[in-house]
């Protein structure tokens, strides 16, 4: 039930809304966000289910993010970081034998529209790691016998690109954002899309404090 | 700060119930190349099973964090008894077997299996087969299966020849059953065994963005400035405007 309710892509933003302070309004420039993310991996390409059904929503990652908005002539450079620490969010096997967790390094160019509103757009680093922490081999069920497998040992990482697109709306030190990745996008079988839901809340003003 | 603090923490708490069965292996690596080609000897095989290949072989090409490429190859005249016996032309190979009992395969129960695996001293796959059950008259006769499911056994079993083992996850493509299987596409235990075999890297030797890495030949150099470069290009492009521009934008009321 409860892991239910948090694989909501809205969970995050419902819950940073109601935390989020009042006063004042607008994306700061210079300003040091951190904040909390859920991200939709892969929509409508991968299945949750043992019918193999693709899930619109495709797997859920949780992040910790870091922001921050330097000004480059009138827009903002704002560079985030989302990563999984691999002892609260990575995603693990039941016997412990791996573990996954998604880093991802974004450098967009941000506008603002409105003193509220601001769009986004900009490259993506995807570290995609899986932690192989397996003690040997693993009997598996083959039908009508038993077959041994060997368990991952090692730690392996994935390291792509993907584009991203989207926008956030700013109240006072908080900014919840909305973003499409866009995978293998020069690639006529990779491609696929992601979504990406942030709350931040600004906890360093370079020049004035919060 | 302190309200923002505990709904970290009570947040992290709740993440630490996520959890996802586990992949296994063959062996402990994949294949030495990452271009890999599925030879097809036609004899005894349905007319469709060309297209039925090439669409399980796109679902995990379709995948952004896999090196891999993988497409249909020449057909071939080899034989699984040549495969077993280890008198290889070309491989991976697939074959239809009308007698699969001759080499284990249970026809009442197995569509289709891997086998004639070969591996080097550096534990890197080298051979293997795709055998699928065409025996007449038997109840896992692949011509007696729908399409999607299939090409969902077509899809478990490229996962075999790759190095994937079975597993625990009852959404895996890699389940042992496929009996509940309407449809063929990969959980995420899938996509974690196969990066784990063949992890991409676009800061390394492949294209970027997916590049044209599942249509064209592998590149011989690194990308990494051309990666670079495109994490920079927001700030190269405010920077590079003309300084007129910049100076009237400037001047602009906020």
Known sequence: ?210 | MIPITRSFIVIALCLTSQTSAAFTLIGLKGWASTDIQFHVNPQNCPDNLGDLLDEALDIWNAVPTLSVNLSSGSDSAMTIEQVLAGTIDVTPSVHCLTDPAAVNMDPAYIPGAAMGYKMDDAGQITAGALALNVQEGSAANIASIDRKILVSILVHEIGHVLGLGHSADKNAVMYYNAAEKKFASLAQDDVDGMTYLYARNEFGEDPVFGGCAVIGAPQNHPNSWWSILILLLPVFAVRLRPRMVRKAVRSSPR
């Open chain 1, 1 to 210: 039930m409860a892991s239910n309710f948090l694989s909501r892509p809205g969970f995050l933003l419902v819950l940073t809304l109601m935390l989020a302070p009042s006063n004042g309004f607008a994306a700061k420039p210079r300003a040091l966000e951190i904040g909390l993310s859920q991200m939709s991996y892969q929509l409508n390409t991968m299945t949750t289910s043992p019918t193999g059904k693709k899930n619109t929503l495709g797997t859920s990652f949780y992040h910790l993010g870091l922001q921050y908005h330097q000004p480059v002539s009138h827009y903002l450079w704002s560079p985030w970081l989302h990563f999984m620490p691999e002892a609260i969010s990575a995603i693990k096997s039941p016997n412990n034998s791996s573990k996954t967790s998604l880093l991802a390094f974004g450098t967009p160019l941000t506008f603002n529209m409105t003193p509220y509103l601001d769009l986004g757009t900009g490259p993506v680093v995807m570290r995609y790691t899986v932690h192989g922490s397996g003690k040997g081999t693993e009997v598996m069920n083959n039908g009508s016998s038993t077959l041994e497998f060997r368990q991952p040992t090692e730690s392996r990482t994935a390291t792509t690109l993907a584009w991203q697109l989207g926008g956030g709306f700013n109240y006072g030190n908080f900014r919840a954002a909305g973003d499409l990745l866009l995978h293998g996008i020069l690639s006529s079988k990779k491609r696929s899309v992601s979504v990406m839901v942030t709350g931040t809340w600004i906890v360093l003003q370079m020049g004035g404090g919060v």
